[in-house]
C-alpha cells in the first residue's frame, strides 16, 4: 500500500513453518534461529553489521511463532537500499558465529529459568501440553531447559534452509515507495532465496474437549488460573460471531461479564480477560485470571457459572450492540500507523482473507445477528473448561509462604519447562 504521508517504509513478511518445523526433540530452534539472523552475515559480523542498522536507523526484527517464521523491516525511504540489502543477507548467509550462538542461547535459558518458576507461564504451557498432546503445537515454541542447550549450528542451519523459501513468502509493504521501486527492493531481499521450502506436514488437530481441571502446586503469593477449550477456527462462517460474542464475554475493557462478575461485583481476581486464538492448524479460546490462593476455587467456579450462563443463554442484543461497535473501532487503532498496517494486511493474507477486506471488515462486523452469536456462544462454551490452576493449595493458602518466589522450581512441576511464545493472533 502506497503512502507518502512520511518518508517511511514498512514491511512485514513470513514464511510458513514457525516452530512446528523445529526438530521434534529440539524444540526452540526457530525462536533461537530468529534471534540469531540479525546477528551477522556474510562478510559481516555482529558489531559491523549492527552498526550499519544503527547508522541508518534500520528497524529489522525475526520471531518464531507456532506456525510462521515472520519478520518486519522498518526503515527511511532514503535509506531503503541498504535497508533490503542486509535483509537479504540475513536471510540467505547468516553467520551462526559461535560467540554469537552462545550468547543468544544464554538470553534464552535465562528467560526459561525465570519461566520455570513463573506461575502464567506454567500455566500456559501445561494447557498446550493437555490441549493438543503429542501435536507439535503441544512444544514449547520458545524451546526448554533440556533442548535449548543440545541445539547447534547444524540445527539452525537445517532450519534455515527447510523454511526460508519463496513458495511460502507472504509480503505485506506501506510507506514511501513507487511499486516499480519497490519490485526492485523485494528482489534485493528475497530474489535469492530457495525456490520451494521443505517443511514438514502439520496434521489438523482439535483442542482436547473440555471440562478437566489440572492442578499444579507452586508456591507464591498470587495463584494462575487459565482456561481454554476449542474454538471457531478462522475460515469457518460462525467466525466473526464467535470473535464478537467472545468480547462480550472476556475482551478487553472494563465491560466485559467475567470483569464485571469475577472482578467488579466479588473482588475475586486481580485480573480476568479471555480471547480467541486462531492457528493455521487449529484454534482455541484461552483466558487467564489471577487470585489469591484461598479464592482460587471460588474463582473458578464463578468463571465457570458465567460460561455457562452464556453458553445456555447468549448475549443480550444490547450487549452485542455495544460489541460490534467496539469490534469495529478497535480496528482503526489497528490500522493507525504504517507498522501496523503492515502487520494488518499481512495478517489478511495468512488469514487468507479477500485483499479488500479492511473496507469489508465493519459490514462483516454488522452482519452477526443474536441468533449468530447465541449459536457461537453455545458452539465456545457449551461444554465447559479446560482449566490449569498454578499456586498454592486452599488447604497452603493460611500458611506462610516459605519459598522466595522466582527462586524455586516447583514441586510437581519439574516435566514443565518454559512456556512458548504465545500463539499468533
Not at 147 to 161: Q, T
Not at 202 to 219: G, M, N, S, T
Request: glycine fraction near 8%.
Amino acid at each position: 500500500m502506497q503512502d507518502s504521508t512520511v518518508p517511511l517504509i514498512a514491511m512485514e513478511f513470513s514464511f510458513t513453518g514457525g516452530a512446528t518445523q523445529d526438530p521434534p526433540q529440539k524444540p526452540g530452534v526457530g525462536h533461537m534461529g530468529a534471534g540469531l539472523l540479525r546477528e551477522g552475515s556474510g562478510d559481516l559480523d555482529f558489531k559491523t553489521f549492527h552498526e550499519r542498522l544503527d547508522r541508518r536507523a534500520i528497524e529489522l526484527r525475526f520471531r518464531s511463532t507456532h506456525d510462521h517464521f515472520r519478520g518486519a523491516l522498518r526503515t527511511l525511504e532514503d535509506n531503503a537500499d541498504e535497508a533490503f540489502d542486509l535483509l537479504g543477507m540475513a536471510l540467505t548467509s547468516p553467520r551462526f558465529d559461535a560467540a554469537d550462538v552462545e550468547r543468544i542461547r544464554a538470553t534464552v535459558l535465562a528467560r526459561l529459568r525465570h519461566d520455570s518458576t513463573d506461575p502464567s507461564s506454567l500455566a500456559h504451557r501445561k494447557f498446550l501440553e493437555v490441549a493438543f498432546s503429542d501435536h507439535p503445537y503441544a512444544r514449547p515454541a520458545g524451546g526448554s531447559l533440556e533442548s535449548v542447550p543440545k541445539i547447534e549450528v547444524a540445527d539452525l542451519k537445517g532450519y534455515v534452509r527447510r523454511v526460508i523459501a519463496k513458495d511460502t513468502l507472504k509480503i505485506a509493504v506501506v510507506g514511501d515507495v513507487d511499486p516499480g521501486v519497490l519490485c526492485k527492493l523485494l528482489d534485493k531481499s528475497f530474489g535469492s532465496l530457495p525456490t520451494k521450502a521443505e517443511a514438514t506436514s502439520v496434521p489438523e488437530v482439535v483442542a482436547a474437549k473440555p471440562p478437566q481441571r489440572v492442578f499444579i502446586p507452586l508456591d507464591v503469593p498470587q495463584t494462575v488460573v487459565t482456561f481454554g477449550g476449542p474454538a471457531v477456527r478462522r475460515s469457518e462462517p460462525d467466525f466473526m460471531a464467535a470473535f464478537v460474542v467472545n468480547h462480550i464475554l472476556g475482551g478487553a475493557g472494563l465491560t466485559s461479564r467475567l470483569f464485571r462478575e469475577v472482578r467488579e461485583k466479588r473482588g475475586l481476581a486481580y485480573s480476568v480477560r479471555e480471547h480467541l486464538v486462531w492457528l493455521d492448524h487449529s484454534a482455541m479460546f484461552l483466558g487467564n485470571s489471577g487470585t489469591c490462593a484461598d479464592r482460587a476455587g471460588e474463582t473458578v467456579e464463578e468463571i465457570e457459572k458465567q460460561v455457562r450462563h452464556i453458553a445456555e443463554e447468549g448475549p443480550t442484543q444490547q450487549e452485542l450492540d455495544d460489541a460490534k461497535f467496539y469490534v469495529k473501532g478497535s480496528q482503526v487503532l489497528a490500522l493507525n500507523t504504517s507498522s501496523k498496517l503492515a502487520r494488518t494486511l499481512l495478517q489478511h493474507q495468512l488469514d487468507k482473507l479477500p485483499i479488500d477486506y479492511v473496507e469489508k471488515h465493519n459490514a462483516v462486523v454488522d452482519g452477526v445477528t443474536l441468533e449468530d452469536a447465541k449459536r457461537a456462544a453455545r458452539r465456545l462454551w457449551g461444554e465447559g473448561l479446560l482449566t490449569i490452576i498454578v499456586g498454592r493449595s486452599s488447604k497452603d493458602a493460611a500458611q506462610p509462604i516459605t519459598m522466595p518466589s522466582g527462586t524455586t522450581r516447583a514441586p510437581g512441576a519439574e516435566q514443565l519447562d518454559a512456556a512458548p511464545m504465545a500463539p499468533p493472533n
